[in-house]
């Protein structure tokens, strides 16, 4: 697995409303994958092997903290449990992270 892309949004409005504030959050996205693909796997991310290979490089690339602590979430981006993520439980609110990856 390798990393190829960081994006970071900071989110203050979603469709012209003022956003509530949330945990930053990480997102991994497996490049080169198609719709069907990433429907079908939504649900069974190999996450232990992102956080434990990947999550010091995604860190850095994304400038935080190195003793970020980070904690995974199949409902990270929605209560359906649609856009699984990794919740940031320390530092600043707000952020998006994208984060596409090779397998
Ligand atoms: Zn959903």
Redesign the pocket.
Known sequence: MKIQEVTKRSVTHERGRPFRPQKSKIYISVSGESVIQNLMNRRQRPYTSYKKELMPEILEKCNLPKDTKVSWSQKAG??????PGFIIQNGPWGNMFFVSVTE
């Not at 929605?78 to 856009?83: H, K, N, T």
């Open positions: 929605c209560a359906c449990g649609c856009s």
